[in-house]
């Protein structure tokens, strides 16, 4: 079932868990997501970034992959179609392109224009019906060329992006995304208490959930956060099932008894299973599972 993601991360904000949001790549990600969700009954957000949609063939290819595997598969759990951390113009072309919900990332931004520009986006999606997020204070790492190091947003500038209207908030607290470095100092709770707080409690998204401490995810579940998202951690365990399949002889076409083991389809099973593997146990971190009827 297609829905925005407005009314999944209010119901987990009032009930202290949170909803995952997921990057898909491909079909695998994407089928893999949407069938563990199911067997959870849990809400779920795919997202893509724009390199990732890009690489998929665009927006509406990414959008009409979703929405076709959701009705082909029988989904009846609320899924959102996000876009992840997307510019200007991408948030734009994903409004139009059929995404329920989009990511306007101006933290890179002169803080005038990430004010300008969300609350136009605001206004063009939810016209439309879609959810919106902003984000205030650069997550860690790289996404899409950008890199920022793991900043502390500034609690009254998260307050003016607040009250422009969005569904939703990224606020840095020290997160990262991709692998986190050794000697990195935690999640800012402290940080996430004063944005909460300033403003008034709306539902806070952390990025960077991979490599995050499992306690420090249900502290920062119960301090407000309800949305988190997940990307390297599918990546990884996909490129070491498939690195394992090779590595047997599955996958050579001289070998003994092959059976094919170079067909796609069972090339890219072990893969497909890890990350189902994967997202049932972030799904069930987060608190989600028997969720889906808020």
């Given amino acids: 079932m297609i829905v925005n993601a407005t009314r999944m991360l209010q119901a987990a904000k009032k009930g202290h868990y949170a909803v995952g949001h997921f990057n898909t790549n491909n079909l695998e990600w994407t089928k893999a997501i949407l069938l563990t969700a199911q067997k959870l009954n849990s809400p779920v957000i795919i997202a893509s970034s724009m390199g990732a ?81 902003a984000e205030v204070g650069a997550i860690g790492g790289t996404e899409d060329g950008i890199t920022a190091d793991g900043e502390v947003a500034d609690p009254e500038e998260c307050k003016v992006i607040a009250s422009l209207g969005i569904d939703f908030l990224a606020a840095g607290i020290g997160n990262i995304h991709g692998i986190y470095p050794e000697g990195w100092s935690g999640l800012h709770f402290d940080a996430l208490e004063k944005i909460n707080q300033a403003t008034d409690y709306i539902p806070l998204v952390l990025h960077g959930g991979t490599g995050i401490p499992d306690d420090q995810i249900t502290h920062a579940i119960h301090d407000g956060i309800s949305k988190i998202n997940v990307n390297t951690d599918c990546q990884l365990v996909f490129a070491e099932a498939t690195i394992e399949y090779c590595k047997a002889g599955k996958a050579d076409p001289t070998a003994e008894n092959s059976s094919k083991g170079y067909d796609p389809r069972k090339l890219l099973k072990p893969g497909f299973e890890a990350i189902c593997k994967k997202v049932e146990e972030k799904i069930r971190l987060f608190g989600s599972a028997d969720k889906a009827n808020y």
């Fill in 53 to 133: 949609a890009k690489y998929m063939g665009g927006y509406k290819v990414v959008a009409n992959m979703i929405r076709g595997l959701d009705e082909a598969l029988g989904i009846t759990v609320p899924v959102a179609i996000h876009l992840d951390h997307g510019n200007y113009e991408a948030a734009k072309a994903c409004i139009e392109a059929g995404f329920t919900s989009i990511m306007f990332d101006g933290s890179s931004l002169p803080f005038d224009e990430n004010i300008a520009k969300t609350k136009e986006l605001v206004a063009l999606a939810h016209d439309k019906g879609l959810s919106i997020e």
